[in-house]
Structures are given as C-alpha cells and as structure tokens.
C-alpha cells in the first residue's frame, strides 16, 4: 500500500514526548512493504536505491498498533501508531477511508 501520510513526532523511542523543535507536522509519501512502513521525501520510484534520509525516517511496524487517534482533535483523518520500540507518531491521511485503510493495514502486519 502507498499514498501520501502526514508525520507528526509524539513520542521517541524511550517513550518520552518529543521535545519542541522536533513535534512539527511533515508530508511523506508513504510505502508500507512487508515489515517496514517507509516514509519518502519523494514519490514512489520502485527501482530506485532510498536516500539515508529516506532510511532513517522508516519505521518498522512489526507489533506496532495502529489506532484512530481520537483524542487529537486539530486535524482529520488522523491516526496514531505506536511501535514496538515505544515510539509514538500521528500520521494524518488523505481521508478517512484512507486511515481505516492505513490501520487495517498496519496491524495486519
Ligand atoms: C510544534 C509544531 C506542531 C505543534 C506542536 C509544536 O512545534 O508547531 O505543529 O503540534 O505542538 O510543538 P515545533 O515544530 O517547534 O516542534 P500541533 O500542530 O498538533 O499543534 P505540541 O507541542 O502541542 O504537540
């Protein structure tokens, strides 16, 4: 699955907040294959090699949860992702059925 998300930092990997500097909101072009939800400058190029950048922003998603995030009301279609590794992202999609879609997807994983 791929499309567009819209990343906000909540939580780092000791599970404390992010600090201010680093909460801002960033578009990616988001693919999830396999494991790995990978959050691209760029759009989708299937051959090419990621960038460092690209690499470090992945995010593995094996027992990860995702879940509608009801409780942060400034935007729509917003969904929060909790990764194994306590690190806590809103990602904000395209339209609410592309959360559903981002979130049945994610926790099948
Ligand atoms: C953050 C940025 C975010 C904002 C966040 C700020 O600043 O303005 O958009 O979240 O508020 O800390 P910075 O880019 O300097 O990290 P919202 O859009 O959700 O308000 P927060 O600290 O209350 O999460």
Redesign the pocket.
Known sequence: KHGVLTR?S?ADMDGKRTP??????KKFYAVLKGMILYLQKDEYKPDADLSEVDLKNAVRIHHALATRATE?S?RPNVLKLKTSDWRVFLLQAASEEEMMSWIFRINLV
């Open positions: 906000k909540h201010r500097g680093r909460r801002g909101w942060y400034k």
